[in-house]
T-cell receptor, first 112, second 116 residues
Framework: LAKTTQPISMDSYEGQEVNITCSHN???????ITWYQQFPSQGPRFIIQ???TKVTNEVASLFIPADRKSSTLSLPRVSLSDTAVYYC?????????????FGKGTRLSVIA | DTAVSQTPKYLVTQMGNDKSIKCEQN?????MYWYKQDSKKFLKIMFS???????INETVPNRFSPKSPDKAHLNLHINSLELGDSAVYFC???????????????FGSGTQLSVL
């Protein structure tokens, strides 16, 4: 079972780039890495997913080194509305089924 | 037009009561889930249904019974509510069966259950 470790919290000023790193030392060969964002009183929302190297979309970039034991979510020029909890998810499988446990995530606070 | 909608958003009830939470998705997905988020913010899967078939049933008390009348709906009925059941319950859906590590989950906005 792959376990993820991320910082509990981070603070940033508006306009800065924020990088959140997640370690997943026991990631399996076929596992993807997925990041979700959760605002207060809402369900998690898919942000980005990758398998190796770099993935970029309109919201974020995801950097994955060659050994895939970690990944870094990069949020460019954050705004106050990016204040949320960010979850790194690697498959924690039980008999081949869906990832079960999200972990505590990283609480990002963006300050004006 | 909400993709995954669940009702009610808030549910306050007494210990021992029976309550239901409803969930509907209009994404055409085959799989639906119930997750529980406790006070420590851990999100744990409770159940998963694929095309009305139960495929994941985690260690959840028998007082919790999911029902899927069709693949667009997954309801959660809870009997004899206990204080420890207080949490936020999220419904989610995904396109595929589940188990593929590139699965993407779409969540509802949650039901905050408070048992007094």
């Amino acid at each position: 079972l792959a376990k993820t470790t991320q910082p509990i919290s981070m603070d940033s000023y508006e306009g800065q780039e924020v990088n959140i790193t997640c370690s997943h030392n026991n990631i399996a060969t076929n596992d993807y890495i997925t990041w979700y964002q959760q605002f207060p009183s809402q369900g998690p929302r898919f942000i980005i997913q990758g398998y190796k190297t770099k993935v970029t979309n309109e919201v974020a970039s995801l950097f994955i080194p060659a050994d895939r034991k970690s990944s870094t979510l990069s949020l460019p020029r954050v705004s106050l509305s990016d204040t949320a909890v960010y979850y790194c998810l690697v498959a924690v499988r039980n008999s081949g089924n869906t990832p079960l446990v999200f972990g505590k995530g990283t609480r990002l606070s963006v300050i004006a | 037009d909400t993709a995954v909608s669940q009702t009610p958003k808030y549910l306050v009830t007494q210990m021992g009561n029976d309550k239901s939470i409803k969930c509907e998705q209009n994404l055409g997905h085959d799989t639906m889930y119930w997750y529980k988020q406790d006070s420590k913010k851990f999100l744990k899967i409770m159940f998963s249904y694929n095309n009305k078939e139960l495929i994941i049933n985690e260690t959840v008390p028998n007082r919790f019974s999911p029902k899927s009348p069709d693949k667009a709906h997954l309801n959660l009925h809870i009997n004899s509510l206990e204080l420890g059941d207080s949490a936020v319950y999220f419904c989610a859906s995904s396109q595929n069966r589940g188990g593929a590590t590139n699965e993407k989950l779409f969540f509802g906005s949650g039901t905050q259950l408070s048992v007094l």
